[in-house]
């Protein structure tokens, strides 16, 4: 039997065969569309407790290690150029150090002009005193003349008057000696100033100037510090713990401390303080579930030395997760 095309029907036979062919793609979109749910272990591990407090009451909270002594941020008295750099990040450094100089070019020229000004003082003094003897010699001479007709009155109201001058010029010489020494002094105050000392024994953390660079007193609240530094041995963490669940907390109990994505490394850190203050949150773990609009109480604990320092897991800025035990019956 021969196929006659102009028997073809379009709503009869074209249609439902389009339909079909509509179905069947439509069917293979959604398959291949379907999302992968195969299981497959999470990018970061996520925080768990110890095991001493997995079924026992507790109080979770993430924190901050730190510096013992915080972090130290020096900056410069003076602005001027660096013209000396002395210590890099990781450094260590006693107190009293240098870290840099700033450039003290005018301040020492200062210091010369008013060194001179010291000596020219030193000489006025050495004439005014000579002249102060010389004037007091040839007044006590007319003063004990026996008889009153050999010196006029005149001549010893003017030995007196040569005395009194003398004097004065002598007081004079010391006060501009005083103002020379001060000025001296305020110019190796000044030079002093222009040279940067580490305030405290401790670690560099960063270093933000260069030699060369303008370094500036007037820089904004935004500005960076030019040093950072702090004690490192030993570190401490801060960890903020919720106002809501600051209650249940057994103060002076130890933390079971872990790196943030290293739940598998945990620590014993030791209690040293708890703030006086409650405070805003400012230190975010930028999870999704996070409140950013809630006062924290932060406590302050010691981590052991073994997980410190170079061979350690902790670093200075590292966010790392905490558990403490809570109160009985909390």
Same mark, same amino acid.
């Given at each position: ?58 109080? !979770? #909270? ?7 002594? $915080?972090?130290?941020?020096? #900056?410069? +008295? ?19 150090? @240098? ?15 008013? %060194?001179?000004?010291?000596? $020219? ?18 007044? !006590? ?17 003017? !030995? $007196? ?16 000696? /005083?103002?020379? *020494?001060?000025? !001296?002094?305020?110019?190796? @105050? ?6 940067? @000392? ?7 953390? +960063? ?5 060369? %660079? ?15 530094? #702090? ?18 907390? +057994?103060?002076? /109990? ?10 598998? *490394? ?18 975010? @773990?930028?999870?999704?579930? /996070? ?25 200075? #800025? ?13």
């Amino acid at each position: 039997m021969a196929f006659d095309i102009r028997n073809l029907s379009f709503t009869r036979q074209i249609l439902p065969v389009i339909a079909v062919l509509g179905l069947v793609i439509a069917a293979f979109f959604i398959l291949s569309g379907q999302p992968d749910r195969e299981l497959s272990e999470p990018d970061r591990e996520p925080p768990r407790a110890p095991e001493a407090l997995a079924n026992a009451a507790r109080v !979770a #909270g993430s924190g901050v290690v730190e510096p013992s002594s $915080e972090v130290v941020q020096v #900056g410069s +008295a003076l602005s001027g150029l660096v013209t000396g750099l002395f210590v890099e990040p990781g450094d260590r450094v006693s107190e009293g150090q @240098t870290l840099f100089t700033v450039d003290a070019r005018q301040a020492r020229a200062q210091l010369r002009e008013a %060194e001179a000004a010291v000596r $020219e003082a030193q000489a006025a003094i050495a004439e005014a005193r000579s002249a102060q003897a010389t004037a007091s010699s040839q007044l !006590a001479l007319y003063r004990n003349v026996s008889d009153p007709a050999a010196v006029s009155r005149s001549e010893v109201i003017r !030995a $007196e008057g040569e005395a009194s001058a003398a004097a004065e010029r002598l007081r004079l010489a010391r006060a501009r000696y /005083e103002a020379a *020494q001060a000025r !001296a002094a305020s110019a190796r @105050t000044e030079i002093g100033r222009l040279t940067i @000392t580490a305030p405290i024994a401790g670690e560099i953390l +960063a270093v933000n100037i260069r030699k060369g %660079e303008y370094v500036s007193t007037m820089g904004g609240g935004g500005a960076q510090p030019f040093i950072e530094m #702090g004690q490192t041995q030993p570190m401490h963490v801060r960890i903020d713990i919720d106002e809501e669940q600051a209650p249940r907390l +057994a103060l002076g /109990e130890p933390a079971t401390v872990s790196p943030r994505g290293a739940a598998g *490394q945990q620590v014993q850190a030791t209690f040293v303080r708890a703030e006086p203050r409650v405070v805003p949150k400012r230190s975010l @773990t930028n999870s999704a579930a /996070e409140r950013v609009d809630v006062r924290v109480l932060q406590l302050i604990y010691e981590l052991p030395a073994s997980a410190t320092g170079d061979g350690g897991i902790f670093r200075v #800025g590292q966010q790392v997760d905490a558990y403490i035990p809570a109160k009985k019956g909390q």
